[in-house]
């Protein structure tokens, strides 16, 4: 067994070990807490980049990932005796198509399951509609994209205390624990 075939079958051995890991116990980078807060409308699709692309694309599955392909691909070059050129090349170039093919993976199913307090985040700022009246101190409903492709449908209080009735279009200011903070947009006009 040659030195490079060694060192990429522990690239790989490493990398899965440690993939495997995250898989069961999280790798820190999510926000997700399992709390069940707001109803998502999974019929809807998007592509959104959720604040920090650098880090959801450079989180350590994603580099766990990248490891994976490197050494399997490593591996296989290196027992078919190509150079070092060559394996080097092709494993990066494996490690890259692992590691994005397991980034649109994960962050398919963390949409599917981002029924979290935390996803309200996503919400500040996007425009919504009130399906259940808020009265006035009260609360009621309010229908908004995340940002992220899906329809959030979320316990909402009006910011300013007033009532807003069914059909207004609001902006979303804040939220705290899992309600939704409201400002009808045709106040911000006046």
Do not use: W
């Amino acid at each position: 067994m040659s030195l490079s075939l060694l060192v990429y079958l522990s690239i790989l051995a490493g990398s899965s070990l440690f993939f495997l890991s995250s898989l069961f116990l999280g790798d820190g980078d999510s926000d997700h807490d399992g709390a069940d807060h707001t109803m998502i409308d999974h019929g809807h699709g998007g592509d959104h980049d959720s604040g920090n692309a650098f880090k959801e694309i450079f989180s350590i599955r994603n580099i766990f990932l990248f490891g994976v392909g490197f050494g399997a691909a490593g591996s296989i070059s290196a027992v078919l005796g190509q150079g070092f050129i060559f394996t080097t090349v092709m494993a990066s170039a494996f490690g890259l198509a692992t590691a994005r093919v397991g980034f649109k993976m994960v962050r398919f199913f963390y949409r599917r399951e981002m029924c979290t307090v935390n996803s309200l985040t996503y919400l500040h700022g996007e425009e919504g509609h009130v399906t259940v009246m808020i009265p006035t101190g009260g609360f009621g409903e309010v229908v908004a994209s995340d940002g992220m492709g899906q329809t959030v449908f979320s316990m909402a209080k009006s910011s300013g205390g007033e009532t807003i009735p069914v059909g207004s279009r609001v902006l979303v200011e804040t939220s705290e624990d899992g309600v939704v903070y409201v400002k009808e947009i045709k106040q911000l006009n006046s």
